[in-house]
């Protein structure tokens, strides 16, 4: 099979377990809870607390228009996230992952949702719908069952970019010359507009289930604000290479991470894909155990640690940094006279 026929038939899979499974599911957990809306109260539970008992109502029509907007929202968004990540024809484990993520999620959401409504026909006050743990516990199961089958109905796929990693010749220092290297890395202004606008329509759904009464609406409000926290932390990083070794650090100071010179094993420079490699673009753990602060497409500085373990980071000009940090390390490593 060639590297294209090996493209299509993984993304064929990907469409298939990410796309329309998750619509299939949505569908008919949609249909079902229109069909009962005329026999539940038009006000119903949405909310139980600790102890097994309703404590929140909303409009009965918000359920069914919440799972709608929630199946197919996320299936939107995966399948957005893999036409986008993967123009260059590059795939690999996270596909798979997403893949599974996007129907376990769905059947999660949907299956929980429609059982929450459902078990509330024909009562005359939702105060006395029946608890959700059995649901919960359910619908986690069938997510669960749901996201296996997508991993393994998918095929073990892995497209490397026309890139594989270099290393580079370290530079020239004398023995007691200090040499620094910084610059600022930047998200891609595409990831920035896709994250900007998932938080504005998530902004917008909390103000829609703020003014029907619903409340989830503090819930979205949290998430939103969090987002928000997130977004401003990760879309700027400084990365700098000195005697102490690589160090990246957020623009607002956290989160930053450090590699010392003694944990280089080998430094090299690597052309990275964020979706297919890391699923996305932020501070991100690949299913191999890489670790990467992924803000844009194209090189990276790739560091290898004594353990194994490997971390990238884009940013421009990756040749000179890992020149520099290659050139640290050895000289680190080679012993005072």
Do not use: Y
């Not at 493209?7 to 079902?32: D, N």
């Not at 690999?92 to 459902?118: D, E, K, Q």
């Not at 990276?300 to 971390?311: H, I, K, T, W």
């Amino acid at each position: 099979m060639t590297r294209s026929d090996e493209f299509r038939t993984a993304r064929r899979r990907f469409l298939l377990v990410a796309a329309l499974a998750p619509v299939l599911v949505t569908v008919v957990g949609v249909a079902l809870m229109l069909a009962w809306l005329p026999e539940v109260p038009s006000t119903v539970a949405t909310h139980w607390s600790g102890g097994g008992a309703p404590d929140a109502f909303a409009p009965a029509w918000t359920v069914p228009l919440g799972a709608a907007v929630l199946g197919f929202g996320l299936t939107a968004l995966f399948v957005g996230f893999m036409f986008a990540g993967t123009r260059d024809g590059r795939w690999g484990p996270m596909m798979r992952l997403l893949g599974a993520f996007s129907l376990g999620t769905t059947v999660l959401l949907v299956v929980l949702l429609t059982w929450s409504l459902g078990m509330q026909r024909g009562l005359d006050d939702p105060a006395e719908a029946p608890g959700v743990g059995i649901p919960l516990l359910v619908s986690s199961g069938l997510a669960v069952l749901a996201g296996l089958a997508a991993w393994f109905a998918q095929p073990d796929t892995t497209i490397a970019g026309p890139h594989a990693s270099e290393t580079v010749a370290p530079l020239e220092l004398q023995p007691d010359e200090r040499a620094v290297w910084v610059r600022t890395t930047t998200m891609s202004r595409a990831a920035m507009i896709a994250i900007g606008a998932s938080i504005a329509a998530l902004a917008i759904g909390t103000i829609v289930f703020a003014a029907v009464g619903s409340p989830v609406w503090w819930i979205m409000l949290a998430t939103t604000l969090l987002l928000l926290v997130l977004a401003a932390s990760t879309f700027v990083f400084r990365v700098r290479i000195d005697e102490r070794g690589l160090e990246v650090r957020s623009s607002i100071g956290a989160p930053w991470f450090r590699v010392p010179l003694d944990q280089v094993r080998t430094v090299s420079v690597t052309d990275v894909n964020p979706t297919a490699e890391f699923g996305g673009w932020g501070v991100r753990l690949a299913p191999d155990g890489s670790f990467g602060i992924v803000l844009q497409s194209g090189e990276a500085l790739q560091v290898v640690r004594e353990n194994g373990r490997r971390f990238v980071v884009t940013v421009r000009d990756a040749a000179t940094a890992a020149a520099l940090l290659e050139a640290l390390s050895e000289r680190a490593r080679r012993p005072r006279r």
